[in-house]
């Protein structure tokens, strides 16, 4: 990411020809993504899923329980929202934002190498405990002691 160590057969793209099921507005086509989308997802949503399923079913009544996978839901949705109503917007803008990509990847490269260091020294509690200080703000204790 830093670019200092470059390997030419890491740093190759080969892009395959989507088989014609894959056009824009095909139902199946469509299907067939979303379920395979899906199938990935399932170790990230599952547990939180499974987690707010056993809160809502032992909840008091059922429009608590309502209500947790409602917010669920949305907090899922709205991102995709998001982001596929910005998609036509967002590409007006990729030309004037690729010219700061090379630092961002930079940037994230000494990141991870701090990261890789503070773990690899059994340090990560003084990158924890600056974030904690960082995040301040969002008074993270409090939200931890509602949880």
Do not use: H
Request: hydrophobic share 55%; net charge positive; with cysteine.
């Amino acid at each position: 990411m830093i670019g200092i160590l470059k390997i030419p057969l890491l740093n190759q793209e080969q892009r395959l020809k989507a088989p014609s099921i894959f056009k824009r507005g095909n139902l199946a086509g469509s299907f067939l993504f979303g379920s395979a989308f899906s199938l990935g997802w399932t170790p990230c949503v599952g547990p939180i899923l499974g987690s707010i399923l056993l809160l809502a079913s032992t909840g008091a009544t059922a429009l608590e329980g309502a209500l947790l996978l409602a917010t669920f839901s949305l907090g899922l949705a709205i991102p995709f929202l998001l982001i596929a109503f910005s998609v036509g917007r967002a590409e007006r803008y990729l030309g004037r934002i690729s010219k700061y990509l090379n630092l961002v990847s930079v940037i994230g490269g000494v990141f991870l190498i701090i990261l890789g260091v503070l773990v690899l020294t059994e340090n990560m509690l003084i990158f924890l405990s600056w974030s904690y200080r960082a995040l301040e703000f969002i008074q993270y204790d409090r939200l931890v002691d509602y949880l």
